[in-house]
């Protein structure tokens, strides 16, 4: 018999500078440890705790027995495109066109597709950090250059105009901005937004503006997209998805918005990609952004009670300090004060004190000093991880 030969895996260079999203890593620990019998709480990743809207459910099995069952068109069910165009017209104030929409599954595709369509090896691509890792990693694979703009506690992470426009220079291809923001729940105030545009002038510099929690916004707050600022439609791409608003991450939907020209990019790499979003999903999707609405209210009032009981509770905590986020379902304390470096400690966390949360360095070398835990969980298991916290550091610091 043959001799079987052991191949090495040779893969191409480029897979070395793919990063990757940590939550996904951790929650496996978490799961691995529950299986050894220990028993968890799970703050770790960013999914609403909720169920889908049943009234999008619904709409979901209708749609699969009325066999939505086959490919769709690549850039999504012009029924979808047409809502979402008068979705985002309405929510952003500005005219929005179908042929502008293109329907991916899930958030993350557009900043796949984005900084694939826009961004050659050497650009510059200018990113928040702490911020959403996949950014990072994706400037890397494809060969740009990943400029951080750090995002500072001291002004409720909220971005420095100043220092982003500092970092601009004439290899600028590209400017994420991400509001609400993961993971420090930070918000960018319409004054900031006009501001950063102002910076950015007549530059042909791109935006790809993140706004996947763009209905997650606490005490009153109004959301403001950088899209609505006369001169910058066409010049941004606005991220915005079905994951976050109606608990939906598991049916995978998001979408883009962006001049035709760039969606037809897009699209492309639809085709070569997925082929299509699922058929019967993006009908599920014209029920949750046309429906009801009153379950997203829900969900947003039930994350700010959440949200401040548990940053109240942190701040009781020793060595903990935690701003008051005022969007998105994230808390981000500082713990710089207990002495542990972000990742031992959140490791002795899960491990010793039986809570999964992230290593503030989970979102960039700038997320050094702090922790991220979601607060996507019952007002039971968030006081049972502060408890447990508590209790872990009276004994070890
Ligand atoms: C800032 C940000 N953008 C995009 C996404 C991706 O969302 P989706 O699950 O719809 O791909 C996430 C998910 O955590 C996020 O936090």
Request: charged share 25%.
């Amino acid at each position: 018999m043959a001799e079987t030969i052991q191949h090495e895996l040779q893969l191409a260079r480029r897979m070395s500078r793919l990063g990757t999203e940590t939550a996904f890593e951790v929650l496996n620990k978490a799961r691995a440890l529950e299986r050894q019998g220990k028993s968890i709480v799970h703050l770790e990743i960013g999914e609403p705790d909720f169920d889908t809207p049943l009234n999008v459910i619904d709409a979901g099995v209708d749609a699969l027995r009325k066999g939505w069952t086959h490919y769709g068109p690549s850039a999504g069910l012009p029924d979808l495109r047409q809502a979402l165009a008068e979705y985002v017209s309405r929510t952003r104030g500005m005219k929005v066109a179908p042929d502008e929409v293109v329907v991916v599954p899930g958030g993350k595709p557009i900043i796949f597709f984005t900084i694939l369509a826009l961004v050659d090896d050497g650009d510059e691509v200018i990113y928040p950090n702490p911020g959403f890792p996949i950014y990072e990693s994706m400037i890397h694979y494809v060969g740009g250059r990943a400029v951080p703009v750090h995002l500072k506690e001291e002004r409720d992470f909220s971005l420095d105009v100043d220092e982003l426009a500092a970092l601009i220079t004439d290899r600028t291809r590209l400017i994420i901005l991400n509001s609400p923001q993961n993971p420090t729940g930070g918000v960018l105030e319409r004054g900031d937004i006009e501001q950063i545009a102002k910076v950015i002038g007549d530059r042909n510099i791109m935006v790809l503006s993140d706004e996947i929690y763009s209905r997650l916004l606490f005490d009153g707050g109004q959301h403001f997209s950088i899209m609505s600022v006369p001169g910058m439609q066409e010049r941004t791409i606005l991220l915005d998805g079905f994951s976050k608003t109606y608990a939906m991450t598991g049916w995978r939907m998001g979408y883009g918005v962006m001049r035709p020209d760039l969606a037809a990019h897009v699209t492309r790499l639809m085709t070569n990609s997925n082929s299509c979003t699922a058929s019967f999903t993006q009908v599920a999707g014209i029920e949750a952004i046309t429906g009801d609405q009153s379950s997203v209210d829900h969900m947003r009032d039930e994350f700010q009670r959440r949200r401040d009981m548990f940053v109240a509770g942190l701040n009781k905590i020793k060595g903990f300090s935690c701003r008051m986020p005022k969007g998105a379902f994230y808390t981000f304390p500082n713990i710089t004060e207990t002495g542990w470096p972000s990742k031992k400690l959140a490791d002795a966390i899960l491990q010793e004190a039986g809570v999964a949360c992230l290593s503030g360095t989970a979102f960039g070398d700038y997320g050094e000093g702090y922790l991220r835990f979601s607060v996507a969980n019952s007002l039971e298991n968030l006081n049972k991880a502060l408890d447990r916290i508590q209790q872990w550091t009276v004994k070890n610091l």
